[in-house]
């Protein structure tokens, strides 16, 4: 499961990993909260809503955008309440949770680390092989998060494996 975290607009999506680099989109939608209720109000309501795809789809782990500094306090300390609310429907439910920064997401998907939405949203339409580009812009960056961790999903766990050897050595 990929989910692009923000207040107002939280891009969310279920891919399945195929053999080698094949993704197959599953679902990917957008949950909206009003920016005239209050946090609190607007927290439970994507609360809801996460757990409702994470009770439907079940997914094997959740993959997010890293919170990063945007030069506007107000908006990165709304998109950590919902990161937190997020990663909380997911410890709730015992599934972990995986972080890349946007750099990380635009660099294994477009082979470019600043990479515009535009072309982010062009080529995660082209790997899915969808028939028209995934709007709004948060559905298709959930979608390229989740495509950024099935396609380093093996090293990390490869990497966590040899970690485990080490330390039981």
Known sequence: ????????????????????????????????TPSTAE?????????AAVGEWMDEYRPDMVAM????????VSTVMHTAHAFGVMVLAAAERGIPVYQYTPSEVKKAISGNGRADKK???????????????????????ALAIAVCHCWRA????????????????
């Open 1 to 32: 499961m990929g989910i692009d975290p923000g207040l107002t607009r939280c891009g969310l999506s279920v891919v399945q990993a195929g053999r080698g680099r094949q993704i197959l989109p599953v679902a990917v939608g957008v949950v909206r």
């Open 39 to 47: 946090l609190p109000e607007r927290l439970l309501r994507l609360s």
């Open 65 to 72: 955008e890293r919170i990063f500094e945007r030069g506007n």
């Open 119 to 141: 072309q982010m949203t062009n080529m995660i339409t082209r790997i899915l092989g969808l028939s028209e580009a995934p709007k709004p812009a948060d559905a298709a960056d």
């Open 154 to 169: 093996p090293l990390i766990a490869r990497t966590t494996r040899a970690h485990e050897r080490t330390a039981t050595a």
